[in-house]
Every structure is written in structure tokens, then in C-alpha cells.
């Protein structure tokens, strides 16, 4: 089945350790999202990839880092700079960024929540 | 002022019943408008999208755009347990996607 996967769904860090979120996509997708939802905030973008070795910064960038070697992956790095990182984290891809921006046809994984000890 | 603003509810409704969600936007250029629903622990998916101004019908579910008011709006009728869920509009400017907060609707039996 094509989509998105994510994980962990679960992952626990103690305060001052990096962690990545894994995220692929068997969509052949070009443009790739990670955002943050956090309780009455909606979904922030924290970065997003139109294609392969290219990325933009989000609304809330800092304290992330991303990479795009390959089409399918697009994995999520939340660094001991990230002051706040409990949260619930969503990578979302779409055909490309001009369609996902006119249509919304975004496809969501099912999310990675994230807690800091 | 928020470029999206939507109520959290919660909305609780019966089955049966026709519920209207909705969102305000502060800026008068944007031009697409989606709503995406989101059930508890799972990633949103989208519902429907609409360009500009006028009604969007699909099924059950209307989404209606009114820009001389900056308002939009999702209709759902004969509401079933299995809408449940947060429902987040959104819309883009030149090169993002704007969510809302989201509203959290319930439908009891």
C-alpha cells in the first residue's frame, strides 16, 4: 500500500539528547513537510523539502535539522537546542509544493509524540 | 491577529443532527481553502479543498467560502458517530499552508 510511515509512534528522551524521526514515503512524492501540533496551536511547519538535497525552513525551524538524500526519506533531527520539544510530530508529503499549497492534498503519516523527560 | 482563527469547541452533537464548523481569515488575498479531518492519535486527511468564493459539495459534507466576510464553513449533514474527530481548516499564502487551530466535534448516538 502506498503512504506514508512514521516512527517511532512513541519515543521518551531525556533532556539534552538528540533524537531522529523517521520519514517515508512510497508515493514517488516530490515535496516532503514535517510539522509540530501542539494542544490549541494547530500544525506549525517546522521544515519542508520541494526535492531531493533542497530544504526550506519553517515557522519553526530552530532547534531542528532535516535532510533529503533521497526522494522517499525525509528525516526529522530534534537537537538539544529545541526548548520545548514534547510534542506531537507529523510528516506529511505531496506530489509536489505548488499542488500541496493550490489543492491541500497533503497525505499525513500517523504522527510520532514525542516526550521529554 | 492570527492569520486563521477557528473555535477549539468541543461541539457535541446527536446523530442526526447537521453541524456547521467554522473559520475566519485575516487575509483577504488568500484564494484556496481546505478542511481536513483528524481522528484522535492519527495524521490529518483532507476533505475537501475549494478555490475563491461559493459552495463545495461532497456528500454529506458542504464547505462554503464567503470572502467578502473572510469566513469558512463546513456543513455536515445527518451526522454520524464516525465523524467524530478534530476538523482544521486551512489556507496558504505564497509558499505555506496556514492551519487553524482545529474543533473537536463529537456526534453521541
Known amino acids: 500500500d502506498g503512504g506514508i510511515t512514521q516512527s517511532p509512534k512513541y519515543l521518551f528522551r531525556k533532556e539534552g539528547q538528540n533524537v531522529t524521526l523517521s520519514c517515508e514515503q512510497n508515493?514517488?512524492?516530490?515535496?516532503m513537510y514535517w510539522y509540530r501540533q501542539d494542544p490549541g496551536q494547530g500544525l506549525r511547519l517546522i521544515y519542508y523539502?520541494?526535492?531531493?538535497?533542497?530544504?526550506q525552513k519553517g515557522d519553526i525551524a530552530e532547534g531542528y535539522s532535516v535532510s533529503r538524500e533521497k526522494k522517499e526519506s525525509f528525516p526529522l533531527t530534534v537537537t538539544s537546542a529545541q526548548k520545548n520539544p514534547t510534542a506531537f510530530y507529523l510528516c506529511?508529503?505531496?506530489?509536489?509544493?505548488?499542488?500541496?499549497?493550490?489543492?491541500?492534498?497533503?497525505?499525513f503519516g500517523e504522527g510520532s509524540r514525542l516526550t521529554v523527560l | 491577529q492570527k492569520e486563521v482563527e477557528q473555535d477549539p469547541g468541543p461541539l457535541s452533537v446527536p446523530e442526526g443532527a447537521i453541524v456547521s464548523l467554522n473559520c475566519t481569515y485575516s487575509n483577504s488575498a488568500f484564494q484556496y481553502f481546505m478542511w481536513y479531518r483528524q481522528y484522535s492519535r492519527k495524521g490529518p486527511e483532507l476533505l475537501m479543498y475549494?478555490?475563491?468564493?461559493g459552495n463545495k459539495e461532497d456528500g454529506r459534507f458542504t464547505a462554503q467560502v464567503d470572502k467578502s466576510s473572510k469566513y469558512i464553513s463546513l456543513f455536515i449533514r445527518d451526522s454520524q458517530p464516525s465523524d467524530s474527530a478534530t476538523y482544521l481548516c486551512?489556507?496558504?499564502?505564497?509558499?505555506?499552508?496556514?492551519f487553524g487551530t482545529g474543533t473537536r466535534l463529537q456526534v453521541f448516538p
Open positions: 508515493l514517488n512524492h516530490d515535496a
Open positions: 506529511a508529503s505531496s506530489i509536489d509544493h505548488f499542488t500541496g499549497l493550490n489543492t491541500g492534498e497533503l497525505f
Open positions: 486551512a489556507t496558504h499564502n505564497t509558499d505555506k499552508l496556514i
Open positions: 475549494t478555490y475563491s468564493s
Open positions: 523539502s520541494q526535492i531531493v538535497n533542497d530544504f
